[in-house]
């Protein structure tokens, strides 16, 4: 599976958009962008995943740069309850592999 | 509809002792993998299982074992504990979908050796 790169913190003020940028340059043509939380001791919490085009589902949006080089996890707007670590993770989503590789991930800091 | 189940939700053990680790998957979900998670560090895959088959292991010891029963349920054993292996330990079940894998995880068993 391809690297990702991300910043290891980031604050937003609440009610703000919370952009989460992501590099993953080394991806392939057949590997997902996939995007996670974790808040605090709790198991790790799906957010959104895309190939190619971007994603907008109830809880963000998934941009992805013309050339996959890179992603960026959109928060509408923010709430308390959103301070987490955000991880972002590229695989292969085929048959038998299901193996994901967790980086340090973007500790999010929301600020009343 | 339940989420995934682990169980216990923590457990204090002695070194050199063994431990099980149990996880329920979500109804209809058929894979089942396991992950550890180290205090400040992002999850790591230790095992993945399917139809009771051993599909994906991680770069762990032999001391680390596990399994898939029949109703898709699944254990993580560990003998000979270190005290590194403390950690948050994580099962996750998964399904296909028409946009890949759904993959919800549970919310983990603290194992803390000592």
């Known amino acids: 599976d391809a690297k990702t790169t991300q910043p290891p913190s980031m604050d937003c003020a609440e009610g703000r958009a919370a952009n989460l940028p992501c590099n993953h340059s080394?991806?392939?043509?057949?590997?997902?962008v996939y995007w996670y939380r974790q808040i605090h001791s709790q198991g790790p919490q799906y957010i959104i995943h895309g190939l190619k085009n971007n994603e907008t589902n109830e809880m963000a949006s998934l941009i992805i740069t013309e050339d996959r080089k890179s992603s960026t996890l959109i928060l509408p707007h923010a709430t308390l309850r959103d301070t987490a670590v955000y991880y972002c993770?590229?695989?292969?989503?085929?048959?038998?592999?299901?193996?994901?590789?967790f980086g340090t991930g973007t500790r999010l800091t929301i600020i009343p | 509809d339940a989420g995934v189940t682990q169980s216990p939700t923590h457990l204090i053990k002695t070194r050199g002792q063994h431990v099980t680790l149990r996880c329920s998957p979500i109804s209809g979900h058929k894979s089942v993998s396991w992950y550890q998670q180290v205090l400040g560090q992002g999850p790591q895959f230790i095992f993945q299982y399917y139809e009771k088959e051993e599909r994906g292991r991680g770069n762990f010891p032999d001391r680390f074992s596990a399994r898939q029963f029949p109703n898709y349920s699944s254990e993580l054993n560990v003998n000979a504990l270190l005290l590194g292996d403390s950690a948050l330990y994580l099962c996750?079940?998964?399904?296909?979908?028409?946009?890949?894998?759904?993959?919800?995880f549970g919310s983990g068993t603290r194992l803390t050796v000592v």
């Open positions: 080394t991806i392939s043509g057949n590997e997902y």
């Open positions: 993770i590229v695989r292969l989503s085929n048959f038998g592999n299901e193996k994901l590789t």
């Open positions: 996750a079940s998964s399904v296909t979908t028409m946009k890949g894998y759904g993959y919800t």
